[in-house]
């Protein structure tokens, strides 16, 4: 159980292009998902935070207008990256929150590369 | 607020051998600690986690221990293999934070043959 998905697992696109990131809960009902970001052999760091059917909150120093969030439903939060540069190629990492409320379950990750 | 903060960066240890990563937190408010194992371009895999409420939490070869008043918490990992080898990341987590979590620096291990 709390299988976390992510779609696409890899994409490249053109300086200037926006990309969507899908994440799913695929056998629970994830109220909170967070959103990742991880530079080559760094740590995670957190982007925001979002809620079904609210807006998402974002931490400090990340563009809300950069980095669209959309939670949907139980089961689906989306990142847009808005009109993607080179320095916004990273591996982005989705997680929700099980059915404790508590423990994090993780996708697979995005590896993103802008052109 | 939380600033998580894990020594060593670098771990290499025998295997067999024992190995300790250890972390500190700033949030009296944090009551969760969840560590994670990381392999190369994959996702972090939870391994073990531990609430402010108890000390030591054991699973087979590894355990977890926490500190409330020093704010310390350490990972032990003993009789060590080389599928040991990997990022370890101890995070931090509260509830008055909307359960978000904060990472530390991350651990590099490897287990030499």
């Known amino acids: 159980g709390a299988v976390v998905s992510q779609h696409p697992s890899r994409v490249i696109c053109k300086s200037g292009t926006s990309v969507k990131i899908e994440c799913r809960s695929l056998?629970?009902?994830?109220?909170?998902m967070f959103w990742y970001r991880q530079f080559p052999k760094k740590s995670l760091m957190l982007m925001a935070t979002s809620n079904e059917g609210s807006k998402a909150t974002y931490e400090q120093g990340v563009e809300k207008d950069k980095f669209l969030i959309n939670h949907a439903s139980l089961t689906l939060s989306t990142l847009t990256v808005t009109s993607a540069h080179p320095e916004d190629s990273s591996f982005y990492i989705c997680?929700?929150?099980?059915?404790?409320?508590?423990?994090?379950?993780f996708g697979p990750g995005t590896r993103l590369l802008v052109l | 607020g939380e600033n998580v903060e894990q020594h060593p960066s670098t771990l290499s240890v025998q295997e067999g051998d024992s190995a300790v990563i250890k972390c500190t937190y700033s949030d009296s408010a944090s009551n969760y600690f969840p560590w994670y194992k990381q392999e190369l371009g994959k996702r972090p895999q939870l391994i073990i986690d531990?609430?402010?409420?108890?000390g030591e939490k054991k699973d087979q070869r590894i355990a977890v221990t926490l500190n409330k008043t020093a704010k310390h918490f350490s990972l032990h990992i003993t009789e060590t293999q080389p599928e040991d080898s990997a990022v370890y990341f101890c995070a931090a987590s509260s509830y008055s934070s909307a359960s978000k979590i904060i990472f530390g620096s991350g651990t590099r291990l490897s287990i030499r043959p």
């Open positions: 997680s929700a929150t099980g059915p404790s409320g508590e423990t994090q379950y």
């Open positions: 531990i609430r402010s409420n108890v």
């Open positions: 056998d629970f009902q994830a109220t909170t």
